[in-house]
């Protein structure tokens, strides 16, 4: 069974940076798709970015070039690199894990950018 632990997140000011990373395990890294999605409070679950188990990368349009995502297959990870955070990045993030049919989701972890 697929399990993803998601570490980072917190509070940050306008304009700052925060990371997150996500450790993979139960299954082989490399066949996944792995990326973040988030949900804010009375809004919809939404794509943060994907990096597929190809090599390519997909950012939502909201965080393109202010956030990256990367993956390290030595340390069955991935992480998000958040830049230039507006409040409006203020949500729940989760860590994604998808193979075929197969979707798995971490625990969430809040980010909460304020001043």
């Known amino acids: 069974q697929v399990q993803l632990v998601e570490s980072g997140g917190g509070l940050v000011q306008p304009g700052g940076s925060l990371s997150f990373s996500c450790a993979f395990s139960?299954?082989?890294?490399?066949?996944?798709?792995m990326g973040w999605y988030r949900q804010a409070p009375g809004k919809q679950h939404e794509l943060v970015a994907i990096a597929t188990s190809g090599g390519s990368t997909n950012y939502g349009d909201s965080v393109k070039g202010r956030f990256t995502i990367s993956r390290d297959k030595a340390k069955n990870s991935v992480y998000l690199q958040m830049n230039s955070l507006k409040p409006e990045d203020t949500a729940v993030y989760y860590c994604?894990?998808?193979?075929?049919?197969?979707?798995?989701w971490g625990q969430g972890t809040q980010v909460t950018v304020s001043s």
């Open positions: 994604y894990a998808g193979y075929a049919k197969f979707d798995y």
């Open positions: 139960g299954s082989i890294f490399s066949i996944y798709d």
